[in-house]
């Protein structure tokens, strides 16, 4: 590796580092170019804004809305998709799962019960 | 499963499961498509529409989304990268980078002196990011604006992660030339 791509290999890795908002360890080994580069780093990380609580929850409604219109429209076309979506569910498909297990069971129990009797 | 997603001949519909997938993704996503937009947006209102639209198209095309195309991070972000495209396209603006914002005050810099200073060196470097090509100012905003990995960055610019890695170099180095040269003037 030549000494171009070390120092952009620091560059990135310390880059890295800064956005995901980690102090730097030890910079004590980066060139003097290299680290202004990554003071400039740091600087415009503090750039991008946050949005409001008003906006976010505005738009939280309105996706919600969206979603429910989507889900009506999808039951007013399919009657029963809404059953079949809770059958997909694991918990119902462990439960019918174990319901029909027992009813097994309990046949092939009444069955031996009754050859044996 | 999350992701269980119909698909008609006709139309693509969103099933009660991946309604839920996207209720998940779009609480975890919404804060990072907001920054992005903003960081290239300079209006806050034309930056909550631009969210808005993208999360409407996404709802809307969220039937066709393919987990194993891509991760709906990359499908996201190439949503709201087009509909920034879009929108310059319509006003045709040529500011691709916010050059005038606000910079907000902390207790960080104590003086109004140094906040004058920190204020006028943000506007500077935003003025040299606005000078960049597009292809730089893209990966330096996902960057910055999200902490995004190289390769998320090259899945959305269509670059490769080693490309990424040098183009990011390369504009860091110029804006910091860029603003030592202005700072020496």
């Known amino acids: 590796m030549n000494k171009k791509q070390n120092k952009d290999k620091q560059l990135l890795e310390n880059l890295d580092r800064i956005v995901a908002g980690e102090k730097l360890q ?28 008003e906006f976010k929850a505005d738009l939280k409604a309105r996706v919600t809305h969206q979603l429910a219109v989507e889900k009506k429209r999808e039951v007013a076309k399919n009657p029963f998709s809404e059953f079949r979506d809770v059958l997909r569910r694991p918990a119902w498909q462990l439960t019918f799962g174990a319901i029909g297990a027992a009813i097994i069971a309990g046949i092939i129990f009444l069955i031996v019960y009754l050859l044996n009797r | 499963m999350m992701f269980n997603i119909i698909k008609n001949a006709d139309s693509t519909k969103v099933s009660n499961d991946s309604r839920e997938a996207y ?14 937009i903003s960081f290239r947006i300079s209006d806050e209102n034309t930056a909550q529409d631009l969210t808005s639209s993208v999360f409407e198209k996404a709802l809307t095309k969220f039937g066709s989304f393919d987990p194993q195309k891509a991760s709906f991070s990359t499908w996201i972000f190439t949503i709201a990268r087009n509909t920034v495209i879009d929108h310059y ?56 604006s999200n902490g995004m990995s190289n390769r ?13 890695g040098s183009i990011l170099c390369r504009t860091i180095r110029k804006l910091r030339n860029s603003f030592v040269e202005w700072q020496n003037e």
């Open chain 2, 152 to 164: 998320e960055i090259g899945e959305i610019l269509n670059l490769t992660e080693t490309n990424v």
């Open chain 2, 23 to 36: 209720a998940i993704l779009y609480e975890q996503f919404m804060p990072r498509v907001y920054r992005y």
């Open chain 1, 26 to 53: 030890d910079d004590s080994g980066l060139d003097k170019d290299t680290k202004a580069a990554l003071e400039l780093s740091r600087e415009m990380t503090s750039w991008p804004k946050t949005p409001s609580k």
């Open chain 2, 89 to 144: 396209r319509v006003y045709k603006k040529h500011e691709d980078v916010v050059t005038n914002v606000e910079t907000k005050t902390t207790a960080q810099y104590p003086s109004p002196e140094d906040e004058a200073i920190k204020a006028e060196n943000t506007k500077r470097l935003r003025i040299f990011l606005s000078r960049l090509n597009k292809r730089e100012q893209e990966a330096i905003i996902l960057k910055y």
